[in-house]
Nanobody, 124 residues
Framework: QVQLVESGGGLVQAGGSLRLSCATS????????MGWFRQAPGKEREFVAA????????YGADSVKGRFTISRDNAKNTVYLQMNSLNPGDTAVYYC?????????????????WGQGTQVTVSS
């Protein structure tokens, strides 16, 4: 069983910040690449950011570069998405995902495990 539990979503004003968390088991966290995706109403799910197993390599989508930062804490088996300078376009359900392996992946089909999602709403 692989379980991913997201938290940290909520309502924030434009220009504000939120930090999302995704917790899983030690075994999962130590053998999987982790990523964040989001899906806005009426739109397809899109890639946001990913981090390698070692944490030494990260990649973010162009739409969030300079504003969002992904990191992982192996001691806590948790991956984070720090979101700064939020705007209404960031409003979406954010999903944590895990992929077995050590390399970064950016496509939905490359991830086998998904959390239930956490809602992020950014007001004007």
């Amino acid at each position: 069983q692989v379980q991913l539990v997201e938290s940290g979503g909520g309502l924030v004003q434009a220009g504000g910040s939120l930090r999302l968390s995704c917790a899983t088991s030690r075994r999962t966290f130590s053998t999987h690449t982790m990523g964040w995706f989001r899906q806005a109403p009426g739109k397809e799910r899109e890639f946001v950011a990913a981090i390698s197993w070692s944490g030494s390599s990260t990649y973010g989508a162009d739409s969030v570069k300079g504003r969002f930062t992904i990191s992982r804490d192996n001691a806590k088996n948790t991956v984070y998405l720090q979101m700064n300078s939020l705007n209404p376009g960031d409003t979406a359900v954010y999903y944590c995902a895990a992929r077995y392996g050590s390399s970064i992946a950016r496509q939905i089909h490359e991830y086998a495990y998904w959390g239930q999602g956490t809602q992020v709403t950014v007001s004007s």
